[in-house]
């Protein structure tokens, strides 16, 4: 099956700093979203994001599909962007919207 | 749109009883999704609903481990004779199309 890795697994930054998290995948995918596990352990939508750049506020991610990599940039980061991010996708071939995670980037934000 | 919502959010029980979770879909999502995750990994997929049909199953549903989606709405995840690598977040989520969103996660601990 498809194979998610993401690094770094683990970052520490000072207050206002900015950051890149990279998502790297093995096989094509249709489906490719960012999650934010907050300290109650709740997984908040960063972005959906197949294909392209989007952005929101502080965040914005780009998908280059053809060289199976993603990243998420955090700009400015605050002591509230801490926590666990993680990438999943589904498998090119599927449509079931069964997501495979990768193991995580665990961001500290220090004020 | 209230979101996915999970109940109970805690749970802690003895080895050897049973337990069940419900998951609330958002409105109108006709996919549903249970995943686990143990400490310092990433959601790992248990099963998937279209409606009321569950569709795929993966290998970590053990035979003591069954879900149910009856009419299409909320759905149950029980655990019979529960062991103590049960101790897990059980997370659902629901989605229309590809982009899935998750409740706040069920956390069972078994001693």
């Known amino acids: 099956g498809i194979q998610v890795e993401q690094s770094p697994p683990d970052l520490i930054l000072q207050e206002g700093a900015n950051s890149t998290l990279r998502c790297n995948f093995s096989?094509?995918?249709?489906?490719l979203q960012w999650f934010h596990q907050n300290p109650w352990g709740q997984l908040i939508n960063l972005f959906y994001?197949?294909?392209g750049t989007k952005q929101n506020g502080r965040l914005s991610a780009t998908t280059v599909a053809t060289e199976r990599y993603s990243l998420l940039y955090i700009s400015s980061s605050q002591t509230t962007d801490s926590g666990v991010y993680f990438c999943a996708v589904e498998g090119g071939s599927g449509n079931t919207g069964k997501l495979i995670f990768g193991q995580g980037t665990t961001l500290q934000v220090k004020p | 749109d209230t979101g996915v919502s999970q109940d109970p959010r805690h749970k802690i029980t003895k080895r050897g009883q049973n337990v069940t979770f419900r998951c609330d879909p958002i409105s109108e999502h006709n996919r549903l999704y249970w995943y686990r995750q143990t400490l310092g990994q990433g959601p790992e997929f248990l099963t998937y609903?279209?409606?009321?049909?569950?569709?795929?199953k993966s290998r970590l549903l053990s035979d003591r481990f069954s879900a149910e989606r009856p009419k299409g709405s909320f759905s149950t995840l029980e655990i019979q004779r529960t062991e103590q690598g049960d101790s897990a977040m059980y997370l659902c989520?629901?989605?229309?199309?590809?982009?899935?969103?998750f409740g706040q996660g069920t956390r069972l601990t078994v001693v």
């Open positions: 994001i197949p294909s």
């Open positions: 989520a629901s989605s229309r199309k590809r982009e899935a969103f």
């Open positions: 096989d094509s995918v249709n489906n």
């Open positions: 609903f279209q409606n009321e049909a569950q569709l795929e």
